[in-house]
C-alpha cells in the first residue's frame, strides 16, 4: 500500500468511525434530554467517558502538523452531550425534591 493510499484508507476509516459512534451515542443522548430520565446512568462511568471524550477532541484539534476532523468533531459533540447529560443527572439527583410515592 502506497503513502497515499494508507492516508485515504485512515482517513475513511476515521470518518467511518465518526459516523457510527455519533450515531451510536446521539438517540440516547437525544432521549435523556427530551424525557430528563437518568435513573440508569452511573455518573463515575459516565463522567470519565465525558472527560476521555473532552480528551480525544482536544487531541484531535492538536494534533500537528493539522487537526484530525474526525476525532475533533465526533468528540466535540459526544462530550457537550456528556455535559448536558451530566447536568441532566445531577439536577436530579441532588436538586430535584422527591416526589412522594403514592
Not at 494534533?63 to 459526544?78: Q, R
Not at 452531550?81 to 441532588?94: L, P, Q, R
Request: charged residues 15%.
Amino acid at each position: 500500500m502506497t503513502d497515499m493510499e494508507q492516508t485515504v484508507f485512515y482517513e475513511i476509516c476515521g470518518w467511518a468511525a465518526s459516523i457510527c459512534m455519533i450515531l451510536g451515542y446521539l438517540p440516547q443522548a437525544i432521549h435523556t434530554i427530551r424525557t430528563r430520565e437518568t435513573d440508569g446512568i452511573a455518573v463515575p462511568t459516565f463522567l470519565m467517558m465525558g472527560i476521555g471524550a473532552f480528551c480525544f477532541m482536544l487531541q484531535g484539534l492538536l494534533h500537528e502538523p493539522e487537526i484530525i476532523w474526525a476525532l475533533f468533531l465526533t468528540n466535540l459533540v459526544t462530550s457537550t452531550c456528556s455535559c448536558i447529560i451530566f447536568g441532566i443527572k445531577m439536577y436530579n439527583d441532588y436538586f430535584r425534591k422527591e416526589e412522594p410515592k403514592s
